[in-house]
Every structure is written in structure tokens, then in C-alpha cells.
């Protein structure tokens, strides 16, 4: 099996307020954010790991310095575990595939 990068890249990052989908929740005043990342693939938790880096520069817990560091490292590990987005709320909206890289059983 041959050797497999784990340098991915994004292709696409979008950030938009969402009004969230639980109408239930707007008495609380919580704002919604919708984030679409467009990438071949991901690693492991790359997506929970971005998201948490996000909330963490909003709430002031890290600076965007720390964030180009962290990616500057290419060490998962130094990434703060307290920082990883849980997977609540967080799902898979939509796959895409290029015509020429879907395979068809034969």
C-alpha cells in the first residue's frame, strides 16, 4: 500500500451566520454560525479540530499568532486538547465527486 500524505489541503472555507436549525434556542440570544471546509479529504478530527481553533480566536482563548503556529508545527498533538470542537451539531452535509473519480463496480 503505498505511502499517504497527511498534508491536506482546503479547498474552500466559508464562515456565515445561520439562524441554526432548533428554533427552540433563540430565546437563549445564541448566535449560529454555519461553516462549509471544501477538501479532497481530512485527517482525523481535522474538522472538530478547526472548528474549536475558530471559537477559541472568537472567545479570545487564542490569538490567530497561536493558530499559524499551531499549523506552522504539523504536529497534532500540539494542538490543546481543550480546543477540539465536540461533535455535537457538527455533521456531514454533502459529498461531491469529480465525474472522472467516482470507480463503478464491474
Request: net charge neutral.
Amino acid at each position: 500500500m503505498p505511502f499517504k500524505s497527511p498534508v491536506k489541503t482546503l479547498h474552500q472555507v466559508h464562515i456565515t451566520p445561520s439562524v441554526g436549525f432548533l428554533s427552540h434556542y433563540t430565546y437563549r440570544n445564541l448566535q449560529f454560525w454555519e461553516l462549509v471546509f471544501k477538501s479532497r479529504s481530512f485527517l482525523y478530527k481535522q474538522v472538530r479540530r478547526m472548528t474549536g481553533a475558530l471559537v477559541q480566536v472568537g472567545q479570545g482563548r487564542l490569538t490567530p499568532l497561536d493558530i499559524k503556529d499551531l499549523l506552522e508545527a504539523r504536529d497534532s498533538m500540539a494542538f490543546p486538547q481543550n480546543c477540539i470542537a465536540p461533535p455535537d451539531g457538527l455533521f456531514l452535509k454533502e459529498v461531491e465527486y469529480e465525474e472522472g473519480n467516482v470507480y463503478e463496480e464491474t
